[in-house]
């Protein structure tokens, strides 16, 4: 099987609060979305690779990989599951299998390490469902109640936190996002449309700095690091 790339890239970061979508933001010197785009784009197992953009968008034009002509261009849609959807879509009428492998990788993850790439490519190769990153929970975890007071210690042991790339099969995971978008339910990654479709995707432990930037002080953080590589 071949294997592609969906960069989900049309979200607006609301919770960033910044002038513009964190994935146009500057880090280093670039935007988030090149460093992220830079992870795949060249990787010589990797096909082709679709990023999903929102309709109106006015920043990708102005990013020299715009005219990148490995890089094709899907339609966003009003959650981020409809846009890793519309990427699949796009893919398949670009040639894709459905036995394909299609690694889906958050645009607002631009420190991914190359080596966690090859581990969760390395590590789902042969398996029949695919997987994720994801990261062990460190600290003690407490479930609250409504007002904010601690009910329970959560056993710790059993609790990963979801981080992307997430690898399935192409026709699956359009089957799984498509059934689950119809049925309204809601979605935040691809693992847990499979979840809902009855599969056990597996996990593969990544580096904890392949963190999404979500508010302000994640990327204040990662900005630091950068700039101390
Ligand atoms: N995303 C997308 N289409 C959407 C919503 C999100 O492609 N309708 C993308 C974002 O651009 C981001 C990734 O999905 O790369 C992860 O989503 P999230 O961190 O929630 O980003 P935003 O939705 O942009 O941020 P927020 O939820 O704070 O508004
Ligand atoms: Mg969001």
């Known amino acids: 099987p071949s294997f592609w790339t969906v960069i989900p890239a049309a979200g607006i ?17 670039r935007t988030i979305l090149e460093h992220t785009l830079d992870c795949f784009l060249g990787h010589p197992r990797l096909k082709g690779l679709a990023v999903s953009l929102a309709a109106d968008d006015p920043y990708w034009p102005q990013l020299p990989c715009a005219g990148d002509g490995r890089i094709l261009r899907a339609a966003g849609g009003s959650e981020r599951a409809d846009s890793v959807f519309n990427a699949l879509q796009l893919l398949a009428g670009q040639g894709a299998d459905a036995s394909d492998w299609v690694l889906v990788h958050d645009a607002a993850r631009p420190n991914l390490a190359r080596a966690d790439l090859e581990r969760l490519l390395a590590e789902l190769a042969d398996d029949p469902v695919g997987g994720l990153l994801a990261v062990p929970a460190r600290d003690t975890l407490k479930r609250a109640d409504a007002d904010g007071r601690v009910r329970q210690t959560v ?75």
């Open 13 to 29: 970061g609301s919770r960033m609060r910044a002038d513009r979508p964190k994935q146009y933001l500057p880090l280093g010197g």
């Open 155 to 229: 056993d710790r042991s059993v609790v990963w936190l979801a981080y992307t790339p997430q690898m399935f099969r192409l026709g699956a995971l359009r089957q799984a996002l498509g059934d689950a978008l119809a049925a309204g339910v809601a979605i935040t990654d691809e693992s847990s449309a499979m979840e809902w479709a009855g599969q056990a995707p597996r996990l593969v432990e990544g580096r904890a700095d392949n963190l999404k930037i979500t508010r302000p002080e994640d990327l204040e953080w990662l900005a630091r690091r950068w700039a101390g590589d």
